[in-house]
């Protein structure tokens, strides 16, 4: 008869350790949510949560060496406060120059020199619509807002004499724009068979791109400063006023 086996040895399985959480790491903690909550509301951007994190988990976890922390902040900062925000909007006329600022820190499309001094011409709705040229996609700067008829009056003075082209919504979703009435956008000279006069045209004027213009809007007058005629890498600076309403749109594209 045998003799009976031996027991193995129980092999336990060892959890990691977890981080020891201090009072530092506490108010670390605090100074991310502060930092992130600021950055959200004033500029509608989730990178001001996700880079103080990933610097308080560099910097107040792990056991790695100061060399490797510092290039991990490195990456971390470049990547995530490097570069310009793809996209901003925002309905409130307030944040609007904390916003300005924040995108003149980068190269990429800012607010135009042309824009006018419209702070102080705002009396109702406002709207700031903001899109990042990243590779082949052309980004736009553009701003909305409700005035009256002096505020009108003020836009068009300046800038009517200033345009390139001046023509009706309408008329610019109908396409009869190219009929002849400019030289340089005239269909029938073979030289112009190119030419494509496209700019930003934000949510209010979107449908004028494809004929479903409403008819309250079609009067509305559009002012081209700058355009290349380029459809495949657009750049145009244009004003459309409606006069009805007392509204005045700000666009640059590219």
Not at 2 to 22: N, Q
Not at 217 to 226: A, G, P, Q, R, Y
Request: contains cysteine.
């Amino acid at each position: 008869m045998s003799a009976p086996r031996e027991g193995r040895p129980k092999r336990f399985i060892r959890l990691p350790e977890l981080p020891k959480i201090t009072k530092r790491h506490i108010i670390a903690f605090a100074v991310c949510v502060v930092l992130g909550v600021f950055g959200y509301v004033l500029f509608g951007v989730v990178r001001f949560f996700v880079v103080p994190f990933l610097l308080l988990c560099i910097w107040g976890f792990g056991k790695r060496k100061l060399p490797s922390n510092v290039f991990l902040t490195c990456l971390v900062v470049i990547f995530g406060l490097g570069t310009a925000p793809v996209y901003m909007y925002s309905n409130s006329l307030w944040k609007y120059p904390f916003q300005r600022i924040y995108i003149g820190c980068y190269r990429n499309i800012r607010e135009p020199e042309w824009f006018p001094d419209f702070y102080d011409d705002v009396k109702g709705e406002f709207e700031f619509d903001y899109s990042a040229s990243v590779m082949q996609g052309t980004g736009h700067y553009s701003v909305f807002y409700e005035t009256d008829a002096d505020g009108i009056k003020r836009v068009r003075d300046e800038f009517e004499g200033k345009a390139q082209y001046v023509f009706t919504v309408g008329e610019f979703s109908n396409g009869s724009i190219y009929d002849g009435r400019f030289s340089e956008l005239d269909k029938e000279k073979e030289e112009n068979i190119n030419a494509s006069l496209t700019f930003y045209l934000g949510s209010r004027y979107s449908d004028a791109s494809y004929g479903k213009l409403t008819d309250d809007l079609k009067n509305d007058i559009v002012f081209i400063l700058s355009s290349n005629l380029d459809f495949n890498h657009p750049k145009a600076s244009a004003i459309v006023i409606d006069t009805d309403n007392n509204t005045v749109f700000l666009s640059q594209l590219g």
